[in-house]
């Protein structure tokens, strides 16, 4: 069974900074685009960041300049570093994995991925 794992998450004060990972099992994570997606209390799941497998990238515009999504394929592993926290970025944090061509106006759909992690709580407070 394909499966996503998250980890990294926490709490962290506002303007600090966390690594999310995301590895993959049972399958090689070279070949498909990653996102993040995120979804906080009482709102919609949101994209934030997407890596394809040809590595380039794309981030939404809440957090362009912040955060840096990148890959390991020799761990099969994709990280998203997350810098300059803010309490709006409170959220429980999703990777999703998706073969195929990739299509830079749906990368923001739930439904354009493949695979789904169980998510990871991210809090950021004073």
């Known amino acids: 069974q394909l499966q996503l794992v998250e980890s990294g998450g926490g709490l962290v004060q506002p303007g600090g900074s966390l690594r999310l990972s995301c590895a993959a099992s049972?399958?090689?994570?070279?070949?498909?685009?990653i996102a993040w997606f995120r979804q906080a209390p009482g709102k919609e799941r949101e994209g934030v960041s997407v890596v394809t497998s040809g590595r380039n990238t794309i981030y939404a515009d809440s957090v362009k300049g912040r955060f840096t999504i990148s890959r390991d394929n020799a761990k099969n592993t994709v990280y998203l570093q997350m810098n300059s926290l803010n309490l709006e970025d409170t959220a429980v944090y999703y990777c999703a994995a998706r073969h195929g061509p990739f299509l830079v106006s749906y990368w923001k759909m739930d439904d354009f991925y493949d695979v789904w992690g169980q998510g990871i709580q991210v809090t950021v407070s004073s």
């Open positions: 049972e399958f090689n994570l070279e070949d498909y685009d």
